[in-house]
């Protein structure tokens, strides 16, 4: 049990690695003193199984009283726990992290830097989609850069801290013209379709008087759910269209403000196209009540998913009161597990 090996792992670090809780439960009952062993790099168990990104070793060492004093524990260069998770890009150990309130997100390691700024370096020119979540999550929780540097040390090194502590890379030009373009496309169509279906309504129109013309279907309460649907999807998208035709004036700001501006306004528009074709199927099979709930159930869950895929790319990097944050809670980890963003805890058993 106490005998490392050239890095310095000794059994239960290993293990915490691994992700093998009950292994890590065995030794804190045989040997509660092990949890104290540290490797090479000054490391603990807690570091070990947050660097590895095993969420679910980090949830249960949380969950333990007798490990607190390794929430907050320092290696040889400085790092937390939550900087060693937020430097290997792991959201859903981060998340867990920043989710206790014992955990301190303003410490700062040894190069001065919050867990936020570590995660701001990425592995490559363009972050990753696991690598945003990452950063993602830690806006969300409200963690903070590190204080700016005094005005006597080098301009290279703000710079370079500065550059560090950026959710993206400088913006391009050539960066979002694809971005704008398949954008502008989708909205196009979903203008194209909801102007059709605003013309041929579910059931048709009636040709007896005193209401020729009219919808057959006009006072079903679903096809007035239908009707304002179809017509808020309409808008939506022309709008949308209409913002990102400013972006093709090629000024970068107005092409980074019309992007933030049309994606929830996109979004907003399918879902409202979908439920559109949910109220307008329902109308057409109605007669057959298994047909017409297995319609409604199919579409109710789909929307929901839908707009739990959309909720994270409209809200703002940033949530100022603790009530978003459990809102966007769900669609978070619904990204994480869509997105295999989570290390594989095929072994965490």
């Known amino acids: 049990m106490y005998e490392s090996d050239r890095n310095g792992f000794f059994p239960i670090h ?16 045989r040997c509660p003193d092990s949890v104290e062993l540290l490797n090479h790099q000054d490391q603990n168990i807690l570091h070990v199984a947050a660097m590895s990104g095993k969420a679910k070793v980090v949830n249960y060492m949380l969950k ?23 430097k290997g890009g ?5 998340s867990i992290l920043t989710w206790d309130k014992r955990v301190d997100s303003k410490l700062l390691n040894d190069e001065g830097k919050t867990a936020l700024d570590v995660a701001g370096k990425y592995s490559g020119k363009v972050p990753s989609f696991r690598e945003r979540l990452t950063w993602l999550a830690l806006r969300y929780a409200g963690v903070s850069h590190a204080p700016s540097p005094s005005m006597d040390k080098d301009k290279e090194i703000i710079t370079k801290n500065s550059q560090c502590s950026k959710p993206r890379q400088i913006p391009n030009m050539d960066k979002y013209k694809d971005r704008v373009n398949t954008l502008l496309l989708v909205a196009t169509l979903v203008a194209t379709v909801t102007f059709a ?70 979004g907003l528009a399918l879902i409202m196209v979908s ?3 949910m109220t307008g199927s329902y109308l057409m099979v109605r007669g057959l009540h298994w047909l017409a709930s297995i319609v409604l159930i199919i579409g109710s869950f789909f929307l929901l998913i839908l707009t739990l895929l959309f909720l994270p790319l409209c809200l703002p990097s940033s949530l100022p009161h603790p009530i978003f944050r459990y809102i966007v809670y769900y669609p978070f980890c619904l990204l994480v597990i869509v997105t295999r963003s989570n290390t594989n805890d095929a072994e965490e058993k």
């Open 275 to 277: 439920s559109a074709f």
């Open 197 to 266: 279906a605003g013309f041929t309504v579910p059931g048709g129109n009636d040709d007896s008087d005193p209401h020729k013309g009219m919808a057959k279907f006009l006072r079903h309460h679903l096809f007035q759910a239908f009707i304002i649907s179809n017509t808020i999807a309409m808008y939506s998208s022309v709008t949308v269209v209409v913002a990102l035709i400013w972006a093709q004036l090629g000024d970068l700001n107005l092409v980074i403000a019309s992007l933030k501006f049309a994606v929830p306004i996109l």
């Open 14 to 29: 290993t293990a915490s690695s691994r992700g093998h809780i009950k292994i890590v439960q065995e030794f804190i009952q």
């Open 90 to 94: 792991h959201p859903k150990v981060v």
């Open 64 to 86: 333990m009283p007798e490990l607190e004093m390794l929430i907050n524990e320092k290696d040889v260069d400085g790092n937390t726990s939550l900087h060693l998770a937020s």
